[in-house]
Structure formats: structure tokens, C-alpha cells
Nanobody, 127 residues
Framework: QVQPVESGGGLVQPGGSLKLSCALS??????TGWFRQASGKEREFVAA????????RYADAVKGRFTISRDRTKKTVSLQMNSLKPEDTAVYYC??????????????????????WGQGTQVTVSS
């Protein structure tokens, strides 16, 4: 098993920045990432990374503004969020799987591609 635990959510003004972190304990992760769910909306993909070579994927809505990264020593994955917008307000979930999917695989952006989910952390973008 891989157990993701998020931290770093909070309230930020539009245009501001916030960094989410996720500690991964247990079994080594093959891929990890972030999903989010806004109130009244379906959960959606944000970003993903293949652990061994840092291959990344991003949702179009966050490209150029969000960056996913990992620290191999600390076994953490982070999501740096810049130029935040009110529509980024959501609960953000860290996810992980022991599997390392092929480059270009649709599993990176599919909820079904991840067996392990964190509890979520709230991000609110408001003035």
C-alpha cells in the first residue's frame, strides 16, 4: 500500500500562490498526482508524475500555472500553484499507484488509475 497525506491548503487571493505537499508512506509509488473537486462539480484531474523519471502530465486548465515535482529522498510530491484563480477553489487530493504507466497513457489523468487517495486539502481562492 501507498498512503498519501496532503498538507498546505488554505485561503489565497486571486493571482497569488500556494504550494501543496503530499507525503507518501509505505510501498514505493510508480506514479502520483493531484485531482481536485469543487463544490457541486465532478472530481477532475490536475497533474500527474511518473516517479522514476519525473514524466509529467497536466490538465489544460492549469498548464503554465501549476508545477508538480517530487523529492525522492523525502518521498514527497508537491504541487506549486501560481496565478491562482477563483475557479481553482476546490478540495485537492493527492493520489498514488504502485504502477508506472507508459508515456502518454490515459491512466495518468484517470481516477481509475490510482488506488490510493489522500483525505484532501481545501484550497480557496478569494478576495
Amino acid at each position: 500500500q501507498v498512503q498519501p497525506v496532503e498538507s498546505g491548503g488554505g485561503l489565497v487571493q486571486p493571482g497569488g500562490s500556494l504550494k501543496l505537499s503530499c507525503a507518501l508512506s509505505g510501498q514505493a509509488a510508480g506514479a502520483t498526482g493531484w485531482f481536485r473537486q469543487a463544490s457541486g462539480k465532478e472530481r477532475e484531474f490536475v497533474a500527474a508524475m511518473r516517479w522514476f523519471d519525473a514524466y509529467t502530465r497536466y490538465a489544460d486548465a492549469v498548464k503554465g500555472r501549476f508545477t508538480i515535482s517530487r523529492d525522492r529522498t523525502k518521498k514527497t510530491v508537491s504541487l506549486q500553484m501560481n496565478s491562482l484563480k477563483p475557479e481553482d477553489t476546490a478540495v485537492y487530493y493527492c493520489v498514488a499507484t504502485p504502477r508506472a504507466y507508459n508515456t502518454g497513457s490515459t491512466y495518468y489523468s484517470d481516477q481509475l488509475g490510482y488506488e490510493y487517495w489522500g483525505q484532501g486539502t481545501q484550497v480557496t481562492v478569494s478576495s
